[in-house]
């Protein structure tokens, strides 16, 4: 399998579509799905740029836009899972935390994932059988910086519970409000040391992330340790711990 020709896919379905995202931005129109939950002509616009192109793989897509069933992906070797525009709710209110994200699911796990900021013009990516990248360059780690990251930890902008509140008070957690998916790139820079997520997100927001950050010697997985599943029935995933580095799993009792 040529892992370097999708990703190159990949990376270029990414591309357009933040063009698209950015030109829309200057005349948005915001729009609601049929759940009630904010929809923009920016989000339509990437998916739809992202379908196209990433459907030339020949592999099935399952994005937060237009669903795959249960039925129509159990038994599929391999599918796109794509968040066109991961943090809509901030996009509209003018924040520049927003990303898209792109994941390559191989019997029920990433092999390969991107992470693009249209705002910031960055990128990071990577997959089963190379380094992280982040735009044309390696990522680099200062064993250093994120030793003295350890104890920030994300908190959500516009979603928070309780638990997670008091998990960052009882370790007396310095406190990172990142909006979206974006949260995972702090993690990969050691900006960050951990974050934990007692609420359920749906898959597609957090597979890039989950896939980047072990395959950067960080770590993200259930509360149990075990890694988490991304072809499931339920499209909700499991409460998750990650950090940074994966020896600082041992400083948390999460």
Known sequence: MNLDAYLNLALDAAEKASKAILKEKENLKILSK?????????????????????????????????ILSYEERKNLEYFWLIDPLDGTKGFIKGQDEYCIMISLIHQKRPIL????????????????????YKNSNPLQKNEAFFKENQYTALLSINHLCKEDEEFAIRYKLKALNISSGLKFSALLEGKAGIYRRKENLNIWDIA???????????????????????????????????????????????
């Open 113 to 132: 994932a991107l992470i693009k900021s249209p705002e910031k013009d960055e990128i990071f990516y990577a997959h089963k059988e190379s380094k992280v």
């Open 208 to 254: 890039a992330g989950d896939f980047l950050l072990n395959q950067n010697g960080g770590f993200m997985g259930k509360f149990d340790n075990n890694l988490l599943s991304y072809n499931e029935q339920n499209l909700r995933a499991d409460y998750f711990i990650a950090v940074s580095k994966k020896e600082f799993l041992q400083d948390f009792d999460y």
């Open 34 to 66: 049929e759940d009630g939950t904010a929809l923009t002509s920016a989000d339509i616009a990437s998916n739809e740029i992202l379908s196209e192109m990433l459907s030339k793989s020949d592999f099935k897509i399952l994005s937060e836009e237009k």
